[in-house]
């Protein structure tokens, strides 16, 4: 069973750091422990661990921050993940391991939610894209992809909200991707990872 610390760590990651009403508040610790059931002790200690992983800024007397994503920030998320996931496509293709059915699960998945469910589509995308870096069998490359996954899912979300039409865009180019791997092509495959990577950059950093 989990620790208490381990339950706030966990909802305070994945449910309110990703949560774009969110961004540029302070985290009141007394709501979230009765919210998610705990005292407030396990809630400071997970915020501890999120100051640590710079995903949170801790201010005397005021508690713990939750900064707007940063255009710094951005940039250094995507240019990253641009790194892995071509190195990703190319691997997978040349290993003849490209995941087709889980990728295309995944996004078959994303065309079934709706409009009100912006968490679990960027859910489903950074299934997506993990699938695929997976697939290259580089276990240290997988636990550094994985550790991106906060940033990723909250610059995800905060694109689908800042972008009315960024939702259907996103799933032509998981499609065009999917595709490109599935020819064999990883010319096409890194080209279209660099374009729908290159396409929610420039949403989140036109706000």
Do not use: W
């Amino acid at each position: 069973m989990p620790s208490g610390r381990e339950v706030a760590y966990a909802h305070l990651k994945d449910t309110v750091l990703s949560d774009p009403s969110m961004q540029g508040q302070f985290v009141n610790e007394q709501a979230l422990a009765d919210e998610i059931g705990v005292s407030r002790t396990p809630i400071r200690e997970a915020l501890l661990l999120l100051a640590a992983e710079e995903l949170v800024q801790l201010v005397p007397k005021r508690g713990a921050y939750i900064a707007p994503v940063g255009g710094r920030e951005i940039g250094e998320l995507f240019e990253i993940r641009a790194m892995i996931e071509c190195y990703a496509a190319r691997r997978a293709v040349e290993l003849d391991a490209v995941p087709l059915e889980e990728m295309r699960r995944h996004l078959d998945e994303q065309r079934e939610l709706g409009e009100e469910q912006a968490r679990e589509f960027i859910d489903h995308d950074h299934r997506f894209h993990s699938a695929l870096v997976a697939a290259v069998g580089n276990e240290m490359l997988s636990k550094t992809y994985d550790g991106l996954r906060a940033r990723q899912v909250r610059a995800g979300v905060e694109a689908l909200f800042r972008s009315d039409g960024r939702r259907k865009s996103v799933l032509a180019e998981h499609e065009a991707i999917v595709s490109a791997l599935a020819a064999g092509d990883p010319e096409a495959a890194t080209a279209a990872i660099t374009e729908h990577l290159s396409a929610t950059r420039q949403v989140l950093q036109s706000g």
